[in-house]
């Protein structure tokens, strides 16, 4: 009895161990931001469709208007009824959920603008229509519905008039993007890579110039959970050796 309540023993301390290893290689990594400013393709249609990512999308949200758009295969879901049924004229919260992914933010009121290279089609629509936020120059943003250890990307589409400037940048945690400047200074995607250790990710859109926030879009894809690293996979092969050997002790 001695032996196997020592056997029993290294065998917890083992299982522990693996599983903060294999843990600890899919949790809490943060979040890495890349920011694209997005460009007329020289051929007179504006931003080409193919800026919008459509790999693996599990949810999106047309953030400015209450109109479903359809851009490079992916559906945009509308949010809000607005005024004539298009564009939301009201603020508050918005909360679209897609299986079983919601995105939620705050926003002030809709506004329509006219961004830098205008493409056409349900295209230029979603881009025309901004969700602003409220007079702080603040928009929180939550994405819920996530599974812990997958993969997964945002991506951020922002415009705003030509004839003005607006100088944000997206944080999540301790993690921010880069700087970029809508208007005058064009539009821009804007993408956050995180592997989920929650089932919600919170991000928040702020204006680094005392303005409104503005966004066109959140989209997200869902790539599943990372290969464990080798030294776990080898933790958890000693584990159940040392498992079999315990229990032919016993």
């Known amino acids: 009895m001695k032996c196997v309540k020592k056997c029993s023993l290294s065998f917890s301390c083992l299982f522990l161990l693996a599983t ?8 809490a990594a943060p ?7 997005l460009f007329d393709d020289g051929l007179g249609g504006g931003i080409p469709e193919s800026s919008v990512l459509n790999d693996n999308i ?25 005024d004539g049924g298009d ?9 679209v959920t897609t299986g079983p992914i919601t995105i939620a933010y705050e ?14 089609g349900d295209f230029r629509e979603l881009l025309r229509s901004n969700a602003t936020s409220a007079g702080d120059g603040t928009t929180e943003m939550t994405i819920s519905g996530l599974t812990i ?21 997206i944080v999540s945690g301790v993690d921010e993007s880069a700087e970029f400047t809508t208007g005058t200074g064009g539009t821009f995607s804007v993408l956050a890579n995180f592997t989920a250790d ?18 066109a879009s959140i989209s997200l894809a869902e790539f599943g959970a990372p290969v464990p690293e080798p030294t776990s996979l080898a933790l958890l092969g000693m584990v159940g050796v040392l498992g079999l050997g315990a229990r032919r002790r016993i």
């Open 20 to 27: 903060f290893v294999v843990v600890q290689s899919v949790d």
């Open 31 to 37: 979040v890495s931001f890349s920011v694209t400013p």
């Open 58 to 82: 599990v949810a999106a949200v047309n953030a400015g208007q209450a109109a479903d758009r359809t851009v490079n295969g992916v559906l945009f879901a509308g949010t809000i009824d607005g």
């Open 87 to 95: 564009v939301p004229t009201t603020g508050g919260s918005v909360s």
């Open 107 to 120: 926003t002030g009121y809709s506004d329509r603008v006219f961004p830098n290279a205008l493409p056409s």
């Open 149 to 169: 250890g997958s993969d997964y990307r945002a991506q951020f589409l922002m415009s705003t008039d030509n004839g003005s400037s607006r100088s944000q940048k």
């Open 198 to 215: 929650s089932v919600t990710q919170a991000f928040s859109l702020a204006s680094t110039m005392g303005q409104r926030s503005t966004m």
